[in-house]
């Protein structure tokens, strides 16, 4: 049988096996007693820089010794085996990257990215924790910052496009630990059921998209590779290393 055409969108959750705290838990509200809701903003940056900057150093410092779990894993391994496969994430942890997908399309950005308030300057760098902090840019001395999307910021035009075009496209979407409250990235699911595709979840909790798919309720670390291999054995594909 012809595997399906397959688009994923990733969240939070599918990292919290990987003890990376998810956004909206309890333990994701930890640091410093600060909502992350409330950090990840522009207003918060304009406010209090260095506050951001001290959020974001702990997150770095903290998936510096993060691994990929097995949900990662199986993704990886969809994008090695499938013809026709898009991961599209809204993780900045890089955890995909580490599993080993290639085609991943990064609609917040990188944690581990940063770029100028004032001038073109961009780098990338896995130092933590950061020194000095806050970052300074070596072109022009003014702040650097995440680079990284926060609430009403734009996203890049061109990734969101690609990633829209991803869902219409999709005859299956795989939707694997996001709570579905944060536009645009909540609505590429709802393309692909327009379109007359499925949606398969993967989540502890039902979440406003669940009315409309068919949710695997569990860890998505042990419901997606489960999910995965049934399918890789019903479309006769191998698995990668053998
Ligand atoms: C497990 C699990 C396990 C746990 N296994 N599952 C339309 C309607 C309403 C509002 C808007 C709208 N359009 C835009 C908005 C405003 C806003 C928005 O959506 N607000 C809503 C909250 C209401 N959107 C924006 O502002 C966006 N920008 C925009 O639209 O700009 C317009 C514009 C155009 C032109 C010019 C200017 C502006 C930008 C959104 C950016 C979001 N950024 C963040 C921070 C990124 C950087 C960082 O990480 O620090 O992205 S916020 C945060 O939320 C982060 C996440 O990627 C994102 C989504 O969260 P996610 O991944 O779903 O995590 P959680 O914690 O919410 O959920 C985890 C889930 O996992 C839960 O369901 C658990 O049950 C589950 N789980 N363990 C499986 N083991
Ligand atoms: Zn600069």
Not at 53 to 63: G, M
Not at 78 to 107: C, W
Not at 151 to 160: D, I, K
């Amino acid at each position: 049988m012809t595997p399906p055409r397959i688009a994923v969108l990733t969240g939070a959750g599918i990292s919290a096996g990987s003890g990376v705290p998810t956004f909206r838990d309890a333990e994701g509200s930890l640091w410093r007693q600060y909502n992350p809701q409330e950090l990840a903003t522009p207003q918060a940056f304009r406010r209090d820089p260095a506050l951001v900057w001290e959020f974001y150093d702990w997150r770095r410092q903290r998936l510096a010794d993060s691994q990929p779990n097995a949900a990662h894993l199986a993704l990886a391994e969809m994008d090695a085996l499938l013809p026709e496969f898009t991961l599209v994430t809204q993780n900045i942890d890089g955890l995909h990257a580490l599993a080993g997908s290639k085609r991943a399309l990064y609609l917040h950005g990188d944690i581990w990215a940063m770029r100028c308030t004032r001038c073109d300057h961009k780098e990338r760098n896995r130092q933590t924790p950061l020194d000095p902090l806050p970052p300074i840019c070596p072109q022009c001395g003014r702040l650097l910052r995440p680079d990284v999307v926060w609430f009403g910021e734009a996203l890049n035009p061109a990734v969101l496009y690609h990633a829209w075009d991803v869902f219409e496209q999709a005859e299956l979407a795989l939707v694997v630990g996001t709570s579905a409250v944060v536009y645009p990235a909540a609505q590429l699911p709802l393309l692909t059921l327009q379109n007359l595709g499925s949606v398969l979840e993967f989540n502890t909790m039902r979440t406003p998209l669940s009315e409309a798919a068919t949710t695997f309720l569990g860890p998505c670390e042990e419901t997606l590779p489960r999910w995965w291999a049934e399918k890789r054995a019903e479309w006769g594909l191998h698995q990668s290393g053998q």
